[in-house]
């Protein structure tokens, strides 16, 4: 008998953990400068419209990285046959994870019978498995396709960067300081985020990615998703937690198709902590995983409180959108659809089929 899905999925797992721990060896300048070089935007599924969320969204970003892949579009092998295309030979895919919590059974009264629902239709419920099954499919990037229309990336300006920062401080729920010192860290105690003065930073794309970090941390807060954030330097749980803000850090710069340069210097311990997140890998390749998890949750909240400001923005601004020139609208076509694409992640929730 064959390897079953369990093990196959666990074991690719480990590959990519393995990969992951021979890049990180190399230092944290050379683990970020990797991330950097990806070239592509939030990965979906260009057929079916649906955006990958938490480990799968890792894997195809793990694999855009390791294959240089610049389109952020994605599909499987039937999908590519249906619409026309064409696979390129010797094309080979990524394999995502398909969880599968619940199965759907009819809806039964006292007497046994089957229950109608006002529509005339049979009414399902859903029963929860004890354990949930884990399965897995495979899909192609747009590169490996021949057929597919161009893709065309958008282009961020660096007044955009400067928004976005602007933008994301204002929405934080816990406070942001630039102070005259030269670290960023987020205090748990007095819950706080402490950054150096805006001049110290290279330029505006990497205060947002400083700035996202230490957000995300701040997240763990009990006032907000609540997770043990007093974690002593060096051990298991400050790695972890350290994981959690990098991936999340990852995934919004990934969201708004943005790679931001690292000042190693101002997030505090950088060559340290990656000393603590190899030693964790090691011991425990799942918490990579468990972490794309958190990250997503992470950083759904962060999006989410983002979207409030935008709209409450938006109201105030109505009679500035009214004289719009052509070339906001493009951007703002863009928001609509970047808008979609949350809304679509936000539907699919945690614990979905596509994590
Ligand atoms: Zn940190």
């Not at 064409?86 to 398909?98: C, F």
């Amino acid at each position: 008998m064959g390897a079953s899905a369990h093990e196959i999925v666990m074991e690719s797992r480990q590959e990519i953990v393995d990969k992951l721990i021979a890049q990180m060896e190399k230092g944290y300048a050379s683990t970020r400068a990797a991330w950097n070089s990806m070239k592509t935007g939030r990965p979906y599924n260009s057929e079916s419209e649906a955006v990958y969320n938490g480990i799968n969204r890792f894997r195809l970003m793990f694999a855009s990285l390791e294959h240089g892949y610049e389109d952020p579009r994605w599909m499987t092998y039937k999908q590519a046959k249906d619409a026309g295309y064409r696979i390129k030979a010797g094309a080979k895919s990524v394999l995502l994870e398909k969880w599968i919590y619940y199965k759907e059974v009819p809806s039964l009264d006292e007497n046994g019978e089957q229950v109608i629902g006002a529509d005339g239709q049979p009414q399902m419920k859903k029963l929860l498995y004890k354990k949930p099954i884990v399965n897995y499919f495979r899909v192609f990037n747009a590169e490996q396709i021949i057929g597919v229309p161009e893709y065309v990336k958008e282009q961020i300006t660096e007044d955009q960067y400067s928004d976005y920062a602007d933008r994301f401080e204002k929405s934080s729920k816990c406070p942001v300081c630039y102070e005259n010192q030269d670290s960023a860290y987020y205090s748990a105690v007095e819950d706080k985020i402490h950054l150096p003065p805006k001049a110290a930073f290279k330029n505006n794309e990497t205060r947002l990615g400083v700035l996202l970090h230490e957000m995300a941390h701040s997240t763990g807060h009990e006032s907000r998703l609540n997770r043990p954030l007093l974690n002593a330097f060096g051990t298991p749980e400050y790695a972890k937690e350290e994981l959690n803000a990098e991936l999340t850090s990852l995934f919004l710069e990934n969201d708004f198709n943005i790679s931001i340069e690292p000042e190693s210097e101002i997030i505090k311990d950088h060559a340290n902590y990656v000393k603590s997140w190899l030693a964790v890998l090691k011991k425990e390749p799942d918490a990579l995983f468990d972490s794309c998890k958190t990250a997503e949750k992470i950083s759904n909240y962060l999006l989410e409180n983002y979207r409030e400001l935008e709209r409450s923005k938006d109201v105030e601004n109505v009679h500035m959108v009214e004289s719009e020139t052509v070339d906001s609208t493009r951007q703002g076509e863009s928001f609509a659809r970047r808008e979609m694409l949350q809304e679509m992640r936000a539907e699919m929730g945690f614990g979905n089929m596509i994590l």
